[in-house]
């Protein structure tokens, strides 16, 4: 073991992992946020006059998302995004928002995010359950509350939404049940539409603004958006990961010992450079040993799915798997891949996985693009009563996924997805 150890820690590409992990920005990492500070950043971003360098961009993203996730809404939903929409949106200025925090109810109870635009003459009231729970009497309670606000003759003009931020919302799936009173009210996010400002943080950031490193992080931290360079480092430490399998497991090990358990043999032989090593490198080896866990799902697939042509993609606790058949299906220009099975740990998930079907419709090309919404329409019929204009689509997702058996619900998944797909033809 101890020749195996010096060689990993003599390999070049390990050298190369631990410079690209050495990302000052990513606070996030650092600091674990509560659903309060996620509230506390979320109201800097959509402050335009805040130094974020996004001005209302990311503001706009929002109610954008919004208003695609509002389409079964009723009462007061219905009428904002009747009146707001994209083109609408897109084409104000949002410079007269003002964010408030913890805004108190008659009840003595808060709401996490208010919004008011006395320019504009828009209420938008934001209840942000980062991963925990949230039930029916909360929203009915919060809804009738703020009515009280919503209908005094100073806002009489204003049109007002509801809006849930739920890191865990299964999109499709979950939009099933968002159809009756008094869910429907509200329209349901995940954070998946942060994307778009890590991508113009990041163009930002290249012409020197700073300031939207932080943008990046924390949007990073919150969707699978990852940086071109970290999506070169989980490629990298796969490979890092297979290669030395027994080294990495044992730095795994070593990573979760107690410093009281060391004694002067320990600390002087392997055991101690293996507790050395995990401590000074903590991000290395932790994502080394995701890779190492999650690798198994590939060899059980490919295993279970013989004849087929997979991809499989690893991130921070997170895998990607496609075929390279569904290549076809792509547009010319395609930024992210438009069909794949993705898994990941929940947030507060006590370790718990999740799975289910990405769908990005615009990066298909124009020829499948009918066909292949056909298709998933009928096997996913949710899709067909959801947002049909939506950049992204989550399709049969399973959550609260235990390691050991996240291997055979990715089987089903795929399964699930190719099934839906033999019926589109391919053009060309």
């Given at each position: ?7 990993f ?29 996620h ?15 996004q ?58 995010l ?28 919060y ?38 009173v008094?869910r ?108 190492a866990r ?38 010319e220009n ?36 009918e ?5 998933l ?7 067909k009563?959801?947002?049909q ?24 998944v ?6 839906a797909?033999?019926a ?5």
């Amino acid at each position: 073991m101890d020749d195996a150890f010096q060689e990993f820690v003599a390999d070049p590409r390990l050298r190369r992992a631990t410079e690209l992990l050495k990302r000052s920005n990513d606070i996030f990492k650092v600091i674990q946020l509560s659903e309060n500070q996620h509230s506390e950043i979320l109201k800097w971003l959509f402050d335009p006059r805040e130094g974020h360098g996004q001005g209302d961009a990311i503001l706009k993203d929002f109610l954008t998302a919004a208003y695609g996730n509002s389409f079964d809404n009723v009462g007061n939903n219905r009428d904002f995004f009747a009146a707001w929409t994209p083109s609408r949106i897109a084409r104000t200025g949002f410079h007269s928002m003002i964010a408030t925090r913890e805004y108190v109810l008659p009840s003595a109870k808060r709401l996490d995010l208010m919004m008011v635009d006395p320019v504009n003459k828009m209420l938008v009231v934001i209840e942000n359950k980062h991963g925990s729970k949230l039930g029916s009497d909360q929203l009915e309670s919060y809804y009738r509350e703020f009515s009280i606000l919503r209908n005094r003759p100073a806002f009489a003009e204003y049109l007002s939404a509801y809006i849930v931020l739920d890191r865990n919302f299964g999109g499709a799936k979950d939009e099933e049940s968002n159809r009756i009173v008094p869910r429907n009210r509200w329209a349901f996010l995940d954070y998946q539409w942060l994307e778009a400002g890590a991508e113009r943080a990041e163009l930002q950031l290249k012409r020197g603004n700073q300031s939207a490193a932080l943008v990046i992080a924390y949007c990073q931290n919150q969707t699978d958006y990852e940086l071109p360079e970290l999506k070169d480092l989980d490629d990298l430490l796969a490979d890092v990961a297979q290669d030395y399998r027994e080294v990495v497991e044992a730095l795994e090990e070593a990573s979760c010992r107690d410093i009281a358990t060391l004694t002067p043999g320990t600390i002087n032989g392997d055991i101690g450079e293996f507790w050395i090593f995990a401590n000074h490198y903590p991000d290395v080896v932790a994502r080394l040993a995701a890779n190492a866990r999650l690798s198994y799902i590939d060899k059980h697939l490919r295993a279970a799915l013989p004849g087929r042509d997979l991809n499989t993609d690893f991130g921070d606790n997170r895998f990607w798997i496609d075929d390279t058949k569904w290549d076809v299906f792509k547009s010319e220009n395609w930024k992210r891949q438009p069909l794949a099975v993705h898994g990941w740990e929940m947030k507060n998930g006590d370790g718990l996985f999740a799975v289910g079907i990405q769908y990005r419709p615009q990066n298909l090309s124009d020829d499948s693009r009918e066909q292949v919404q056909q298709a998933l329409e009928n096997e996913f019929p949710e899709l067909k009563r959801g947002r049909q204009n939506a950049s992204f689509r989550m399709l049969g997702k399973i959550d609260r996924v235990t390691e050991p058996t996240l291997a055979g619900k990715a089987q089903s998944v795929y399964l699930r997805l190719e099934k839906a797909l033999q019926a589109v033809e391919v053009i060309g």
